[in-house]
């Protein structure tokens, strides 16, 4: 039995029905399957920001400026000064730069630090010119290697730059660069070679849902379909043993630059997927990049109704990094 009325709850504080098919807001005592929220920053540079005729990070993915550092930084405090942690994904390039002492300072505070790749590089890619643009323009990199190699070797090459820079010893976890619609799903290759590599769960799903042509304010219509791929964006295990745990929509990616949303519309997304959590024991998945946050929400509004929903709900919710759902996942199964 549920200690807490969930429905009822969560319509006297926001007014909101959600309609779910996800049906597990109860766990074997009894007690209310926590809702838990993971705020996910993935650190690398983005293409169209700060500016829109920015294209050039696309080939220096991890050269990070240092307002994306400082962001990253004040974000760690902000959360951690809430109660939470924060669960950066780096990128092994990023390790090159003269200084990362602000990354060692994260670290040293207990935040998570996951494995991006070293340049970025697209899992599923079938060709050098699918792998990551600074290969398309530089083949001769690969020095005759074969992309599933490269891939490998990337992941690998990471590793050993957290290890050097960082004295980090393992990775926690890894994110696929980019989301994929269908996640690891049919290439037991790639879930094997994580496995092998040492991780036990990956972020690689990002579920569909519609968006809007930039220029236009999402509708009802667009909420609604961020929301109901909530259900679709919940932790797995596939059959290989490899836990998915997808990155929840909307990221920020897609709603500033492939959207360019409003601010408040991006808020207004988050909330309502958190309150679907918060009625099923779900996860949200939070996804965004320092590198977009800071020109799309310089004041940290969205990381601040997160950590203040979580306050007032605290017996529904924690924050938590991807190990720990990843742990509640291995329990459960
Ligand atoms: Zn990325």
Request: proline letters at 5%.
């Amino acid at each position: 039995m549920n200690r807490f009325p969930r429905r009822n709850f969560l319509q006297s504080i926001a007014g909101i029905t959600t309609a779910s098919c996800f049906n597990s807001s109860t766990i074997a005592s009894g007690l209310p399957r926590k809702a838990q929220i993971a705020i996910t920053l993935d650190l690398e540079m983005s293409r169209e920001f700060p500016t829109r005729d920015q294209l050039h990070w696309d080939y220096e993915k991890g050269n990070l400026d240092e307002p994306t550092k400082r962001y990253a930084l004040e974000a760690a405090r902000l959360v951690q000064n809430g109660g939470g942690m924060v669960h950066f994904f780096a990128l092994g390039q990023t390790m090159e730069q003269a200084d990362v002492s602000w990354l060692k300072s994260i670290l040293a505070d207990g935040h998570a630090v996951g494995n991006h790749t070293y340049d970025h590089v697209y899992l599923l890619a079938k060709s050098v010119d699918d792998l990551q643009f600074r290969f398309k323009r530089a083949p001769w990199l690969l020095e005759g290697r074969t992309v599933d190699q490269e891939i490998h070797r990337n992941i690998k090459l990471a590793e050993l730059a957290f290890k050097t820079r960082l004295n980090l010893a393992r990775p926690d976890g890894f994110r696929t660069p980019g989301g994929f619609q269908t996640g690891l799903h049919g290439r037991e290759d790639l879930q094997k070679m994580l496995l092998s590599m040492g991780y036990d769960y990956v972020s690689s799903l990002y579920p569909a849902h519609a968006n809007i042509p930039p220029g236009t304010r999402p509708n009802e219509t667009i909420f609604k379909s961020i929301l109901e791929s909530q259900s679709k964006a919940q932790p797995f295990k596939y059959p290989t043993g490899l836990i998915e745990i997808p990155m929840s929509p909307i990221s920020d990616i897609g709603a500033f630059r492939n959207g360019r949303w409003k601010l408040e519309d991006f808020m207004k997304s988050v909330r309502q997927s958190i309150e679907w959590a918060i009625e099923t024991g779900g996860v949200f998945d939070f996804l965004a990049h320092p590198s977009c946050l800071l020109v799309s929400d310089p004041e940290m509004k969205t990381l601040k109704m997160i950590l203040d929903m979580a306050k007032k709900h605290q017996e529904m919710v924690e924050i938590v990094t991807l190990g720990k759902i990843a742990n509640r996942i291995k329990q459960e199964s």
